[in-house]
């Protein structure tokens, strides 16, 4: 999960109450703002100045709980950033 803010912040209204205990209890509630400062320090998204290592992502273009965008935020700020990254 690349960005904590954009994976809860993602959850359609109707199945918000279902993640309650869940996402917003253990992740935190982006609505809060003290919260969501803390959500974006542990997620990778903010933090792709810090890695060092050449990143290989794998993803499922099809995959219905996580949006194929958020590994292509990844490889793209990584590679804005003159890093190595790809993505299958």
């Given at each position: 999960m690349s960005d904590l803010v954009d994976l809860v912040q993602s959850v359609i209204p109707v199945a918000r109450r279902l993640v309650e205990n869940s996402y917003l209890r253990h992740i935190g509630?982006?609505?809060?703002p003290r919260q969501r400062a803390g959500m974006l320090a542990?997620?990778?998204?903010?933090?792709?100045?810090d890695i060092t290592a050449p990143v290989l992502l794998i993803h499922g273009a099809d995959d219905v709980r996580v949006a194929r965008r958020r590994a292509d935020r990844i490889v793209d700020a990584l590679r804005s950033r003159g890093a190595r990254a790809s993505i299958c």
């Open positions: 509630d982006p609505e809060d542990l997620s990778s998204i903010s933090r792709v100045d």
